[in-house]
């Protein structure tokens, strides 16, 4: 796990969304936005379960236009010992 965590905040982006969200927050307290709009922080919290269920479900698992099937060559897979699953990754489709 803490391999992951390097990697994911060694990316500039990361950091960028963290002060973005930081000076955002820090503004909306100088303003006294949060005591007036407290409400408000709840509303991502309440909304975003459901949103993660419908990008799982429809956007992820979603099959985009045809399936096309790579075409299975028999003599190389006989001789490397391939089997369908590697032949897909070495051959390339020319459409």
């Known amino acids: 796990m803490k391999k992951v965590a390097s990697h994911y905040f060694s990316h500039l982006s990361v950091w960028?969304?963290?002060?973005?969200?930081?000076?955002?927050?820090?503004?909306?307290?100088?303003?006294?936005?949060f005591s007036q709009y407290w409400y408000v922080c709840l509303i991502p919290i309440l909304i975003a379960p459901f949103f993660e269920w419908f990008a799982h479900k429809y956007?992820?698992?979603?099959?985009?236009?045809?399936?096309?099937?790579?075409?299975?060559?028999?003599?190389?897979?006989?001789?490397?010992?391939?089997?369908?699953?590697?032949?897909a990754k070495i051959k390339k489709c020319k459409f």
């Open 16 to 33: 960028t969304y963290i002060a973005i969200g930081i000076a955002v927050g820090v503004l909306c307290f100088n303003s006294s936005y």
């Open 59 to 87: 956007i992820l698992h979603m099959q985009i236009g045809n399936v096309v099937e790579i075409p299975f060559d028999a003599k190389l897979k006989k001789e490397n010992g391939l089997t369908m699953n590697c032949m």
